[in-house]
């Protein structure tokens, strides 16, 4: 079994930064992709970045140039640095992971944290 939790949530300002956290514990070695999700409120969750094992890296073109997903093996963690925040990007955001090297939805993804909230006020 696989747990992630996140941390780093919280109001910002538009324009600002935050820098989200998961950490991972339990059978981790069978983890290739991990990935970012959000879920706005009335709306469906979404995919915002990606990293594999071998460190490529997807993300959705409302984030690109803005946000940087990165990975510590070392240290069970990814991250995800998002700067120049705006108002649509209030969500909560989730931390999952996949054994899939190439996961093509969220579907694909077996292991998920509770999520952490994001706000950003204008």
């Known amino acids: 079994q696989v747990r992630l939790v996140e941390s780093g949530g919280g109001l910002v300002q538009t324009g600002g930064s935050l820098r989200l956290s998961c950490a991972a514990s339990?059978?981790?070695?069978?983890?290739?992709?991990m990935g970012w999700y959000r879920q706005a409120p009335g709306k469906e969750r979404e995919l915002v970045a990606a990293?594999?094992?071998?460190?490529?890296?997807a993300y959705a073109e409302s984030v690109r140039g803005r946000f940087t997903i990165s990975r510590d093996n070392a240290e069970n963690a990814v991250y995800l640095q998002m700067n120049s925040l705006k108002a649509e990007d209030t969500a909560v955001y989730f931390c999952?992971?996949?054994?899939?090297?190439?996961?093509?939805?969220?579907?694909?993804?077996?292991?998920w944290g509770q999520g952490t909230q994001v706000t950003i006020s204008s």
């Open positions: 990293i594999t094992n071998d460190l490529r890296r």
């Open positions: 999952a992971g996949s054994t899939d090297p190439e996961p093509e939805g969220d579907w694909a993804y077996d292991y």
């Open positions: 339990g059978s981790i070695s069978v983890i290739n992709t």
